[in-house]
C-alpha cells in the first residue's frame, strides 16, 4: 500500500509539473508597431525641420519592476509577478528601445549611441524611471526623471525635469501593454520639445504637471 500511494503520489506530481510545461507564456514589448506609431503626437511636425541626433543613456527603472516577468497590482495594494506574461527583453532595455524609437520619430533624427563620438553636435538624454505602475483593466503609470543636454555645441544648455503620465486601460494585458506605449509616447514627446529647443539655442522649460 506505502508503494501504491508513492507511485500515485509520484504520478500526481509529473503531471503538475506537465501541466505547469505546457502553460503557455505570452512575450511583450513597449515598442509600438510602426503602423500604430503614425497616430501618436509628433510635435516636431509641427515645429518643421529636422533636430540634432541623440544619444539616450541606459534608462533606470524601479527594482520592484525589474522583472522578466509582469508585475501588476491587483486591487488596493496588492501586487502579483504574472509568470506565464513576460517581457521580451528586461523592462530597462523595454523602455530605453521604445523610447528611442519614440524619439527617433519625434525629433526626425537618429539615435547615435554606441556609436563613436565624432565631434559634432548632439543631444544626450537620460531617464531614471521612479514609477512604473500597472492594473489591468485601469491605468498604465510611469513617473521619472529626465534630462536633455547639448553637447559639442557653440551654445551650451540642459534641462532636468520629472514627469507624470497615466493612461486609461481596458481589460487584458495587451491592453495594458499598449497603454504604457502610449506613455512612452507622450513621454518622447514631452523630451522632445525640450531637446528641440536647447539644440536651437534657445529657452526649454519643464512640461506642466498633470
Same mark, same amino acid.
Given at each position: 500500500m506505502i508503494r501504491t500511494g508513492m507511485r500515485l503520489s509520484a504520478l500526481g506530481l509529473a503531471l503538475v509539473l506537465a501541466a505547469c510545461a505546457?502553460?503557455?507564456?505570452?512575450?511583450?514589448?513597449?515598442?509600438? *508597431?510602426?503602423? /500604430?506609431?503614425?497616430?501618436?503626437? &509628433?510635435?516636431?511636425?509641427?515645429?518643421?525641420?529636422? @533636430?540634432? #541626433?541623440?544619444?539616450l543613456l541606459p534608462v533606470g527603472v524601479p527594482a520592484q519592476v525589474d522583472q522578466p516577468q509582469l508585475?501588476?497590482?491587483s486591487g488596493g495594494q496588492g501586487v502579483v509577478l504574472l509568470d506565464g506574461e513576460r517581457w521580451i527583453a528586461p523592462l530597462n532595455d523595454e523602455?530605453?528601445?521604445?523610447?528611442?524609437?519614440?524619439?527617433?520619430r519625434e525629433l526626425r533624427n537618429q539615435d547615435v549611441s554606441g556609436l *563613436?563620438?565624432? /565631434?559634432?553636435?548632439?543631444?544626450? &538624454?537620460?531617464?531614471?524611471?521612479?514609477?512604473?505602475? @500597472?492594473? #489591468?483593466?485601469?491605468?498604465?503609470?510611469?513617473?521619472?526623471?529626465?534630462?536633455?543636454?547639448?553637447?559639442?555645441?557653440?551654445?551650451?544648455?540642459?534641462?532636468?525635469?520629472?514627469?507624470?503620465?497615466?493612461e486609461r486601460v481596458g481589460p487584458g494585458y495587451d491592453a495594458l501593454v499598449q497603454g504604457h506605449q502610449r506613455a512612452i509616447g507622450?513621454?518622447?514627446?514631452?523630451?522632445?520639445?525640450?531637446?528641440?529647443?536647447?539644440?536651437?539655442?534657445?529657452?526649454?522649460?519643464?512640461?506642466?504637471?498633470p
Open positions: 505546457s502553460a503557455p507564456l505570452h512575450y511583450y514589448t513597449l515598442v509600438a *508597431p510602426a503602423a /500604430g506609431a503614425a497616430g501618436a503626437p &509628433v510635435a516636431s511636425m509641427a515645429a518643421g525641420g529636422t @533636430s540634432l #541626433p541623440f544619444e508585475v501588476v497590482r523602455v530605453r528601445s521604445a523610447l528611442s524609437a519614440d524619439l527617433a *563613436p563620438d565624432n /565631434g559634432k553636435p548632439l543631444l544626450r &538624454v537620460k531617464l531614471d524611471l521612479r514609477r512604473f505602475d @500597472s492594473q #489591468p483593466g485601469s491605468y498604465a503609470l510611469i513617473e521619472g526623471a529626465w534630462s536633455v543636454r547639448v553637447l559639442h555645441a557653440p551654445h551650451a544648455g540642459a534641462l532636468a525635469c520629472t514627469s507624470r503620465i497615466m507622450r513621454l518622447a514627446a514631452q523630451i522632445a520639445v525640450a531637446a528641440r529647443a536647447l539644440g536651437n539655442g534657445q529657452p526649454a522649460a519643464c512640461p506642466a504637471s
